[in-house]
């Protein structure tokens, strides 16, 4: 399975420019999760208190602590709390390679990030400032099943998949991963078939972030590149329409002439929005929408 493999440290965080000292600090934080210690950094912005915080989850792959979108949130205003994977860097634990979209580790990631969360919350630099899930690409399954049951105020996904993993598999098969001018629909990569796709029944759930984001009441906002070859990106915008003609407070945006990895491009309208949001939260529902 090639399940948005590409996602490597230099291409997650290319074009953001780490700020300078001077505007944002930064705290080594660690926190426990189901046995095992974890390690991140807190990045502050200068002006204190921030307008909001948000844990960045990571995608696939052994990913450590990402400072440039730490730092990239910090210098729009935002606190970010960014760290190790388990089993990767300062983190304890075990990474898993192979079975990295079971739904048994899925969960295990989903409650990583819950717990970073929960950390997030303590420090005393943002008492009753609005805290999010944000992530990218794999990071699409994990954050809505880490916030079922937190306190969370937004979510925020980069490239992020609303469809079942299995979707997902058959999408970026066909494509190979690769980025493209024009990406082909679902349907036609799910047509382009020889043999029926069988899920694993010892990867457990085939988990589908559209029915978990059904289970939600959190504001999010997913920002999609249109040559994206690793996420069916038509599938997706399908499945969000769908959730949001059932009530749900979720919206997307489609960048044209970008492809999976789309932060230089569309960081400062995802940071937009997540100060918008916050502001109508804290006005209340009579806010202008």
Not at 38 to 53: F, M
Not at 89 to 116: C, F, I, P, T
Not at 200 to 214: K, N, V
């Amino acid at each position: 399975m090639r399940l948005c493999a590409l996602l490597g440290m230099a291409l997650l965080s290319g074009g953001l420019e780490i700020a300078s000292a001077d505007t944002a600090s930064e705290r080594v934080v660690s926190f426990d999760s189901r046995n095992t210690t974890l390690e991140g950094t807190l990045v502050l912005p200068d002006q204190l208190p921030p307008v909001a915080a948000v844990v960045f989850v990571h995608g696939s792959g052994a990913q450590a602590r990402n400072l440039a979108v730490g730092h990239a949130f910090a210098r729009r205003g935002v606190a970010a709390l960014v760290y190790d994977k388990r089993g990767v860097g300062n983190s304890g634990g075990d990474y898993e390679g192979e079975q990295a979209v079971s739904e048994a580790n899925l969960k295990l990631l989903a409650a990583d990030a819950r717990a970073a969360l929960a950390r997030l919350s303590e420090e005393r630099e943002l008492q009753g400032v609005p805290l999010g899930l944000t992530g990218i690409s794999q990071a699409g399954w994990i954050v809505p099943l880490a916030a079922f049951g937190s306190d969370v105020d937004f979510l925020a996904l980069w490239s992020g998949p609303v469809c079942a993993i299995s979707e997902e598999d058959i999408f970026s098969k066909h494509t190979r991963d690769l980025d493209a001018g024009r990406v082909p629909a679902y349907a036609e990569a799910l047509a382009a078939r020889t043999t029926p796709y069988v899920w694993p029944d010892f990867l457990g759930r085939d988990t589908d972030a559209s029915e978990d984001l059904a289970k939600l009441d959190t504001p999010g906002l997913w920002l999609f590149g249109e040559n994206d070859g690793s996420v069916p990106v038509d599938l997706s915008i399908e499945r969000l329409r769908a959730l949001q003609d059932a009530g749900h407070d979720y919206h997307y945006v489609l960048f044209s002439g970008v492809g999976h990895n789309n932060f230089p491009e569309t960081f400062d309208t995802a940071v937009a929005w997540i100060k918008r949001t916050v502001s109508q939260r804290r006005a209340g529902p009579t806010a202008a929408q």
